[in-house]
């Protein structure tokens, strides 16, 4: 079940190698229509494996046309890394995990110098983020000298180590998972940290009859490790999402819509109960993320909807609230709400 307004494992890292096109490899160019069916299309396998949440499939969808990241905040059990696995595999596209822990290492997620005593040289071994879809398992339990390891990844599409920057692969989305900041063994994410994701979502427990259906595919004998046998089939590719994205990047938006964003994003900033507002980047993101959700509803143009259905999972992790607005239990979402009721909407 999903509150999104607007927007219907265990173990080490696990790495496969991310694949890439040959030379000269190219593909007819499909029009929008047929790109929207087969994005459109993912969504319904990822439902053959994940009940509901719809909002998370969606997020990450408009990250990846965007070139953007997504921060899926929940309790445990509520499906975080098997929708991730599950996209994945409807896209086709490579992906790691990295299970994060306290005494994870940067260099266990970026890759590292190895020496080789055949050679007395030191060669680099890649780490798991070498892939096109990275899931970063509880990233919110590991110390902030690890997460901070993820930066420039995420900003410039590179790793660097001993002076040089290896380029990963494109596409590149970091899908990070992490339980609520009140539960135990979890170190906050840091502002710079939260700005790199282009949105924040909330994944909330499913309502009755979702659950019902969750135990039902179980006691059928649903088996969430075998994705192929639940009837998950690849049904785009990298390519499709490589030629959406430049359909997105057409997409109109007036300068009435642009104020709208700039309007909003300013409101936050003036808030009392926000003692951090949205920066330019947290406006541009949201920008881009109503661009690319009004590309896959099917228009060329973005309305003051777009911006509206969007706005609360691209700025939400881009505030902070004031200590007395804390205490007193206001949520960022509730002031988010009150700052859209009161911005006036562009007719």
Do not use: C
């Not at 160019?29 to 929207?36: M, P, T, W």
């Not at 989305?173 to 979890?186: C, D, I, S």
């Amino acid at each position: 079940m999903s509150s999104e307004p607007g927007i219907s494992d265990d173990g080490a890292a696990e790495q496969q190698p991310a694949r890439q096109p040959g030379p000269g490899a190219e593909r007819a160019r499909l029009s929008d229509e047929q790109l929207r069916e087969r994005l459109t299309a993912v969504r319904q396998e990822v439902a053959k494996a994940v009940v509901g949440q719809d909002a998370a499939v969606t997020s990450v969808m408009i990250a990846l046309l965007v070139r953007g990241h997504v921060l899926l905040e929940g309790v445990p059990g509520v499906a975080k890394t098997l929708l991730v696995r599950t996209i994945s595999a409807a896209l086709q596209l490579e992906s790691s995990r990295v299970q994060f822990t306290p005494d994870l290492m940067p260099g266990d997620v970026t890759g590292s110098l190895v020496y080789d005593s055949t050679t007395g040289d030191f060669s680099f071994r890649p780490g798991p983020v070498f892939t096109n879809l990275l899931l970063a398992d509880e990233i919110n339990r590991t110390p902030p000298k690890t997460q901070a390891s993820l930066l420039e990844a995420m900003e410039e599409r590179q790793v660097s180590v001993d002076g040089l920057g290896r380029r990963l692969p494109d596409p590149f989305l970091v899908a990070a998972t992490q339980n609520p900041v009140e539960y135990e063994g979890t170190y906050p994410l840091p502002e710079a940290q939260l700005d790199r994701f282009l949105l924040k979502v909330t994944l909330d427990l499913p309502d009755r009859q979702e659950e019902i259906e969750v135990i039902r595919r179980h006691a059928a004998g649903f088996n969430p490790s075998d994705l192929a046998d639940a009837g998950v089939r690849p049904v785009a590719s990298a390519d499709d999402v490589l030629q959406a994205r430049q359909a997105v990047s057409a997409v109109q938006i007036s300068p009435e819509v642009v104020g709208y964003i700039v309007d909003i994003a300013r409101a936050t900033r003036a808030a009392p109960s926000f003692q951090l507002g949205v920066s330019p980047r947290g406006a541009t993101a949201l920008m881009s993320a109503a661009k690319a959700w009004a590309w896959l509803s099917g228009r060329d143009y973005v309305t003051p909807d777009d911006v509206k259905a969007l706005a609360l999972p691209a700025l939400r992790h881009r505030t902070a609230l004031t200590p007395e607005a804390a205490m007193d239990g206001t949520a960022a979402d509730d002031v988010l709400h009150g700052i859209l009721a009161s911005t006036p909407v562009p007719r």
